[in-house]
């Protein structure tokens, strides 16, 4: 099966854009894998499929898989890179849309200078919805993690997060301690864990370890998770720039019951065909 693609990345988190809706496709995990591998297929952190709606006050629905080949709720960097991707394709003409995914409804907005902003939605801090095992829901929670307890906070975008405060992101043991913690028994859907180094009530940087994947250089909805808790804890104002190793988003949340709102860009690399 001859399939046309376009290679997509919002602040070098990189995508695989497939249209389903122009072409009829057939995706097993395997196919997947093979797609986002970087030696013998395209190469991307996850793979984006474009279909029809659903429900009738929807645009789009998009379905978004990992590189291991697994489904998951949300991804706040494909979403952006999701409506450049359906214009650019000429499949709507529209600059804001309703957008459906397995996490809920989504509504973007294209600006200029190859801007998008996503409204996520608010964020979900019971346990039980993230899902995450606590008895009760808390600001913060402690994490065993190799004998040594962590300091948590546990936030859903549509997606499981953890957020860890740190005193310098650039000697975080991410790829350890994040890797344990992704796959942590009280995270029963896997996590993504966010590294949160807080510059001032207005900066902040982050590096996160994505569940499926491993680090990447930047995660739309692990920065909003960051953001959440980190205003949670009183650390932040309502509007943060969060800088990630792929570049900065500019994350605005006004509180609890609120939604959450991103900005930043989204890019597209080339177009090709691939034979899956």
């Known amino acids: 099966m001859r399939v046309k693609f376009s290679k997509m990345h919002g602040l070098g988190n990189d995508f695989v854009m497939l249209d389903g809706i ?3 496709l057939k995706l097993s995990p395997d196919k997947i894998r093979r797609i986002a591998d970087r030696r013998i297929g395209i190469g991307c952190d996850q793979v984006l499929l474009v279909e029809p709606p659903r429900e009738p006050d929807a645009d789009f629905r998009y379905r978004i898989f990992n590189a291991d ?56 801090l019971e346990p039980e919805q993230i899902p995450f095992g606590a008895d009760r829901r808390a600001e913060s929670y402690p994490l065993e993690v190799h004998d040594e307890t962590y300091t948590i906070g546990a936030v859903s975008m549509g997606n499981p997060h953890a957020v860890l405060l740190v005193d310098d992101v650039q000697t975080a043991p991410v790829t350890s301690i994040g890797s344990s913690i992704e796959t942590h028994p009280r995270f029963p859907q896997k996590v993504n864990v966010g590294f949160l180094q807080i510059d001032s009530r207005s900066q902040a940087q982050l590096r ?9 250089l930047a995660c739309g909805t692990g920065a909003c998770a960051a953001m959440v808790y980190a205003h949670l804890r009183g650390l932040v104002d309502n509007q943060v720039e969060i800088h990630l190793p792929g570049g900065a988003l500019t994350i605005h949340w006004s509180g609890p019951g609120q939604p959450v709102t991103m900005t930043g860009p989204a890019m597209t690399v080339f177009h090709g065909q691939i034979i899956i």
């Open 22 to 24: 122009s072409q009829r």
């Open 69 to 124: 080949g697994g489904e998951v709720e949300n991804c706040g960097n494909g979403a952006r890179c999701f409506a450049r991707f359906v214009r650019e394709r000429r499949l709507t003409g529209k600059k804001r849309l309703n957008v459906e995914t397995a996490a809920g409804m989504l509504q973007l907005n294209v600006l200029e200078n190859d801007q998008v902003s996503v409204d996520m939605g608010a964020p979900v």
């Open 208 to 216: 996160v370890f994505e569940r499926g994947v491993g680090e990447t």
